[in-house]
């Protein structure tokens, strides 16, 4: 199964899942973030214009990190025990043109080294598999058609990686929210590692489209027309982390997403990640039975072959379920040829207004690309998301 993320995650989350991220995996760990203040030092990262929260930099020293030797390479550090997996240590210090234009262009997907099974064919299957959907290039520009839609980059103990990720509303920041919504896999290493590092978003990566090759001649302010947006607070389902990652880690796809809270690389006069984007989307954590849903829209970047993951991709479809075991949510499944890459993209449905509202994420599939299946968003992704809104309530 490939594992929908790019690089060497997809292998960390799920045999068979598309990982369409780039690169990694982890130990154990629990499911909120740090948990940052707004009081604050000065940032030591190289990011100037940037502080660092008192309470991150002293839970920094408690692991025994030096945000020096972070910035000077102590992040390749994957030890046990200096891999934080628990749900209150993710720490993620910008490090000013880390991400750079080389470094972007050279992300790829991890490389799953599954072979090409089938999980529809494991016990808990319900709807026949249905039919592949060619996946379609999103109209341009992105910032007009699909505003808030990105590029997710990170580093794992195998490399460098990349997935897609989402700007979602958030209801105690109307209209301002920070918010972004992935796949669990593309942020942690689940039962065997812990949280990935460098986490970076990049929303409407390539506003213009077209490929590699042509992105190759563009400013690099096409690249991040939006800014580069570092990850400072992330969450993920305790089942993930507890279970889920490397083989057998497809049992833990209904539990495969993540909320991230970021900030901004350089300054941006106090705008949010939504005004930047152009746009956030709803959640929907009560969304109707799959039948009643007439079609479905999956998003992101895939960046395995036919495609090159500059330019962002999609599928509709009506969606199907797809169950990896009957304790376990039942995934939604559509037919779609997104590659590695694509994970942690949005899916979509359309709300009574007629605007899109994500009701999952691109999660996992077989390899070669057939369909895709993604994670519903129940009761336990609600509260991860109630929790994440309110620590950040007061502050921005």
């Excluded at 690169?23 to 973030?33: K, L, Q, S, V």
């Excluded at 980059?153 to 990349?162: A, C, I, V, Y």
């Excluded at 700007?167 to 992935?182: E, Y």
Aim: proline share 9%.
């Amino acid at each position: 199964m490939r594992s929908i993320r790019r690089p060497v995650l997809a292998a960390a989350a799920l045999t068979a899942v598309m990982a369409l991220t780039a690169t990694g995996c982890g130990p154990e760990g629990d499911n909120a973030g740090a948990n940052p203040s707004q009081s604050a030092a000065q940032d030591t990262t190289g990011g100037g214009d940037f502080k660092i929260p008192q309470e991150i930099q002293d839970k920094l020293k408690e692991h025994g990190v030096d945000l020096d030797k972070w910035k000077n390479g102590e992040w390749k550090n994957w030890d046990r025990d200096k891999w934080l997996r628990e749900a209150g240590e993710f720490i993620n210090p910008i490090i000013k043109d880390f991400w750079d234009k080389d470094k972007i262009d050279k992300v790829k997907p991890p490389q799953d080294p599954s072979k090409p099974e089938d999980i529809s064919e494991d016990q808990g299957k319900t709807d026949p598999e249905p039919a592949a959907v060619p996946a379609q290039a999103v109209k341009t520009p992105y910032t007009s058609t699909a505003p808030g839609v990105g590029l997710l980059l990170f580093s794992t103990p195998k490399g460098e990686s990349r997935c897609s990720a989402t700007v979602v509303k958030d209801p105690a920041h109307p209209g301002k929210s920070n918010l972004v919504w992935t796949a669990a896999h593309c942020v942690h290493a689940g039962k065997n590692g812990g949280w990935y590092r460098n986490m970076m978003f990049v929303p409407n990566f390539n506003k213009t489209g077209g490929s590699a090759g042509q992105l190759k001649n563009k400013p690099f302010e096409d690249r991040v027309p939006s800014g580069k947006w570092w990850a400072d607070d992330m969450a993920t389902s305790q089942q993930w982390i507890k279970d889920g990652g490397a083989v057998p880690g497809v049992p833990m796809a209904p539990y495969d997403y993540a909320l991230m809270h970021v900030k901004p690389e350089q300054s941006t006069g106090g705008k949010s990640l939504e005004e930047m984007a152009g746009g956030a989307y709803k959640v929907d954590f009560n969304a109707p039975a799959m039948a009643k849903i007439p079609s479905l829209t999956a998003q992101g970047y895939p960046a395995e072959p036919p495609f090159d993951g500059a330019a962002q991709q999609q599928c509709t479809d009506k969606p199907t379920r797809l169950s990896m075991d009957a304790k376990k949510p039942t995934m939604y499944r559509i037919g779609c040829t997104m590659t590695g890459g694509s994970s942690g993209g949005p899916w979509f449905v359309k709300g009574a207004d007629g605007k899109p509202v994500l009701v999952s994420n691109m999660s996992m599939g077989p390899r070669p690309a057939r369909w895709s299946a993604g994670p519903h968003l129940g009761p336990e992704a609600k509260s991860l998301f109630d929790n994440m809104s309110k620590k950040w309530a007061s502050k921005q």
